[in-house]
């Protein structure tokens, strides 16, 4: 039995009787092992949420059988459900403007296989980073934006995202604001990092605005994008104390180094499927 291949199994219904007894049920009925299980309920919406992990190797099926046979458990419940594979690595598409910190990291980890991902190309409105990105290996589209082009460019880059086979859009400092059609066409699928720890001090310069209000605490969010600016379920958030001695220039490289975590925690647990959304929140199966 190959202990590492697993198949996660995430979804979320109407809270009721009996789910977890159908889900698991299910599983060892045709002689599954499930090595890792989360349940949530939301009192207050009504809504319960599941995920887990089952050993690949002890299902006499592949994941294809699998969705055909659970289908009608999942029709019981009216669950919003997937299964995906850990065996096939997911396609991540960077994109970035003219900071480097989110770039680097990710670029680090993924090279050290700390995130074990595929990146098939990196998008950038800028051509700051072309000979970094490529000198990894990885292929570096240029999409310059202008007031003028924005409809062309943002059709340019989609293209290139499907062209890519990707799974998921991270924008690693990408100061551009995304069409409301990519919004849309790609939603819980573009992870962004915003230098704030929203809703608090939205939009430009969040480190200068907290620097006037004389803040204690000042951090970093990790979200999906949606078409409301700066408004989409929040998946991570951490913070780091400054005092009265620190001037702006400092909470920026505090904040550096805080939005390079939060964006890899957040888009870890994206990858590994440990995050449900429903409505503008999200449960993160930490």
């Avoid at 082009?149 to 943002?154: F, I, Q, S």
Wanted: charged share 25%; aromatic share 10%; hydrophobic share 40%.
């Amino acid at each position: 039995m190959t202990l590492s291949r697993r198949y996660t199994l995430t979804l979320s219904c109407p809270d009721q009787v009996g789910i977890v007894a159908a889900v698991s049920g299910f599983i060892a009925e045709h002689g599954g092992w499930i090595s890792e299980a989360r349940h949530h309920s939301d009192e207050d919406a009504g809504q319960f949420f599941m995920r887990e992990e089952v050993l690949a190797d002890s299902l006499p099926f592949d994941l294809e059988t699998f969705r055909q046979k659970f289908a009608p458990v999942a029709e019981r419940f009216s669950m919003t459900w997937k299964i995906t594979d850990n065996a096939r690595k997911k396609r991540v598409v960077i994109l970035v403007s003219k900071q480097e910190h989110c770039l680097y990291d990710l670029l680090g980890r993924w090279q050290s296989k700390d995130l074990d991902i595929e990146i098939p190309c990196v998008i950038s409105n800028h051509e700051t980073f072309r000979s970094f990105v490529e000198w990894h290996g990885i292929p570096f589209h240029y999409v310059p934006i202008t007031p003028e082009n924005k409809a062309a460019a943002y059709g340019q880059i989609m293209s290139l995202f499907e062209g890519a086979e990707g799974d998921v859009m991270v924008l690693a400092r990408y100061m551009q604001i995304l069409s409301g059609e990519m919004c849309e066409r790609y939603l819980g699928r573009i992870i962004n990092i915003h230098h704030s720890f929203l809703p608090s001090f939205v939009g430009a310069k969040p480190y200068h605005q907290a620097f006037l209000r004389g803040v204690k605490l000042i951090g970093a969010t990790c979200h999906y994008v949606t078409a409301d600016l700066d408004q989409g379920p929040i998946i991570e958030q951490d913070v780091v104390r400054v005092d009265h001695s620190d001037q702006p220039v400092d909470l920026v490289h505090y904040g550096k180094d805080i939005e390079k975590a939060v964006l890899a925690r957040g888009l870890r647990y994206h990858l590994e499927d440990r995050v449900l959304v429903h409505g503008n929140k999200t449960i993160v199966f930490r």
